[in-house]
């Protein structure tokens, strides 16, 4: 029997390996060593900008911290991926597009290869998918796409010898399920406010693994990471209706404050439709919102990612590659009966009982949701899967429910597989076929059901099985690359 050795002699044993194998390297010019780099580009919205996020109009009345396109550029020496991490409410697919001509003119990189993923601040630019009141400012996007092109191709730049590591962690108690079911029967979102006394089990399926990927020299010296990680950008960081990353910004703060400010941190939101920082359970007294709650997020989720950093094992000779491709999704169903109610309703402030929002808001989504249903009878989304070694990223564009990315998990054959949301486009939630309610027209006396997420609108213009379809769709996908058994990660 071999003993295994205490964690310093653990410790020890790689860091002498790390050293032969930069020894090795110098003496034999090996190829197999990775070209890893990172950079990123500023795209904080300026004073006036719209604010997505909201029903209403909102604008920027300054700067709480900077809102950036963080790139991760990672080579193998025949392959080539990169991954984006936007600071936005979400991504138009046409600044995607545009971002990934500029990078294969200028470092020859397929657009198979490169994703881009929001973290789905609601204090970002006005790049958001036109829902409820938001309008994208065509300026800004442009501006966006070219920033992100710009962090890739620089960190192409800055790439150098370094090795690789994949593994993951475990952030409790951050982030949390924001529909439920009553006791009653029905599904709500948030009732904490209404309905605590009626809370029965939350309608999630939850997922709080911390996904990191880490890149560090020959020395052991740490220089960059990708985190993956499922919450919505709502914590309010931005307050006063400052442009802000959200918790983010205390995710990149905290791990820079260790490694230092060159060290690359690029972030990419996982299945976070129905998964926010609100703890409907908590008591009155729990801070919901502001700074403490986005020092609460992303300081943990840090924290987390630290130690998977520091106890990773870091390896050389890991392969990459890139796929993706468009499926076609079926619209929501917006019947007359709807059109009818909507015309009877612009102008009402009146609340349905546990539905969000008056119902002028509901009125005016549905008669333009019928309108994008005429222009576009088939919804397109871009699904992708990176994969580095044995472990893979897969994306979709909608704002996916965490049970569905739970689903893709276990269906890959790659290990660890990290599901990427609100990624390479935007077609608003996308929840599990159970998420959806009979009607969005109850009957006198009946009380509304379905939750906020998957009330028909323009933010939830996919029909129910939409989710299922995505998810059977990228597993077929992630499981057609080859799964290399010989990669060291």
């Not at 990172?38 to 709480?64: D, L, V, W």
């Not at 963080?70 to 080539?80: F, L, M, Q, T, V």
């Not at 209404?194 to 709080?208: A, N, T, Y």
């Not at 020299?217 to 309010?236: K, M, Q, S, Y």
């Amino acid at each position: 029997m071999v003993a295994r050795g205490t964690h310093a002699q653990v410790r020890d044993r790689e860091a002498a390996a790390l050293h032969e194998r930069a020894a090795d390297l110098g003496a034999e010019g090996d190829d197999s060593i990775m070209k890893i780099g990172f950079s990123a580009a500023n795209i904080t919205p300026g004073y006036g900008m719209e604010r997505p996020g909201g029903t209403g109009k909102a604008y920027h009345q300054g700067i709480n911290d900077q809102c950036w396109a963080s790139a991760a550029y990672i080579g193998d020496g025949e392959n080539a991926i990169a991954i984006v991490g936007l600071d936005t409410l979400s991504v138009r697919h046409s600044v995607c597009d545009a971002a990934r001509d500029i990078i294969q003119d200028a470092i020859g990189l397929s657009p198979d290869c490169v994703m881009f993923g929001a973290s789905h601040t609601h204090s970002g630019g006005p790049i958001a998918h036109e829902g409820f009141a938001s309008e994208v400012n065509d300026d800004y996007a442009r501006h966006v796409a070219r920033q992100s092109a710009t962090a890739v191709i620089d960190a192409h730049r800055r790439a150098e010898d370094l090795l690789i590591g994949v593994a993951t962690g475990e952030a409790t108690g951050v982030a949390h399920p924001r529909r439920w079911y009553l006791t009653d029967g029905r599904m709500v979102s948030h009732p904490r406010s209404q309905f605590r006394d009626l809370m029965d089990r939350p309608h999630c399926e939850q997922d709080e693994t911390v996904g990191v990927v880490g890149a560090s020299d020959a020395e052991g010296n740490l220089r960059g990471c990708i985190v993956n990680f499922p919450c919505h950008g709502t914590t309010g960081l931005g307050v006063g209706g400052t442009a802000s990353s959200d918790w983010i910004h205390f995710l990149r703060k905290t791990l820079r404050d260790i490694f230092g400010d060159d060290f690359g941190v690029v972030f990419v939101n996982g299945a976070c439709g129905d998964i926010t920082q609100v703890d409907n359970t908590a008591p009155d007294s729990y801070v919901q919102s502001g700074p403490l709650a986005a020092r609460r997020v992303g300081m943990t989720v840090a924290g987390e990612a630290l130690k998977v950093l520091v106890q990773m094992g870091f390896h050389d000779g890991v392969p990459v590659a890139g796929a993706r491709r468009v499926i076609k999704l079926q619209p929501r169903e917006v019947t007359e009966e709807m059109l009818d109610w909507a015309e009877a309703h612009l102008e009402s402030d009146e609340v349905v009982e546990g539905r969000w929002f008056p119902d002028r808001v509901w009125a005016r989504e549905w008669i333009e949701l019928a309108r994008m249903n005429e222009e576009e009878p088939e919804i397109p989304a871009e699904l992708q899967a990176l994969t580095i070694g044995r472990a893979a990223f897969v994306s979709n564009p909608a704002e996916y429910f965490c049970a569905l990315a739970m689903d893709i998990k276990r269906g890959s054959n790659f290990r660890p597989t990290f599901p990427v949301s609100l990624a390479n486009g935007c077609i608003g939630y996308v929840g599990t076929r159970d998420a959806y309610a009979e009607t969005y027209l109850p009957p006198e006396g009946v009380p509304f059901t379905g939750g906020y997420e998957t009330t028909p609108a323009r933010s939830s213009k996919v029909a129910p099985g939409g989710g299922e379809q995505i998810a059977r769709a990228c597993i077929e996908l992630v499981n057609s690359m080859a799964l290399p058994e010989d990669s060291p990660v």
